[in-house]
């Protein structure tokens, strides 16, 4: 099994910067994909991006440009630097990981921009 733990979101201000950490823990050894979806109210969960254990990275049509991941592999952790952050990127901000076919789920941290 592997354990998610999300941190970073909070508010910030049109235009600004967020950076979110995800760490994971358990059979890690194992994982192939690590990644970022975020989910809106009312809208489905849709992709922000992931990287796979050796660096390649993979982005949704919103976020490419502005956002980048990156991974630790010795730390357990992937990273997500979000920049030029607009109203539209206000959601609940999900990691994931993928092991043996299977996808693991964080429990989510909350990313509001708000002038």
């Known amino acids: 099994q592997v354990q998610l733990v999300e941190s970073g979101g909070g508010l910030v201000q049109p235009g600004g910067s967020l950076r979110l950490s995800c760490v994971a823990s358990?059979?890690?050894?194992?994982?192939?994909?690590m990644g970022w979806y975020r989910q809106a109210p009312g809208k489905q969960r849709e992709l922000v991006g992931t990287i796979t254990r050796g660096g390649r990275r993979n982005y949704g049509d919103s976020t490419k440009g502005r956002f980048t991941i990156s991974r630790d592999n010795a730390l357990n952790t992937v990273h997500l630097q979000m920049n030029n952050l607009n109203f539209e990127d206000t959601a609940a901000y999900y990691c994931?990981?993928?092991?043996?076919?299977?996808?693991?789920w964080g429990q989510g941290t909350q990313v509001t921009v708000s002038s």
């Open positions: 994931y990981a993928e092991r043996a076919y299977t996808t693991y």
């Open positions: 358990g059979s890690i050894s194992t994982i192939a994909t």
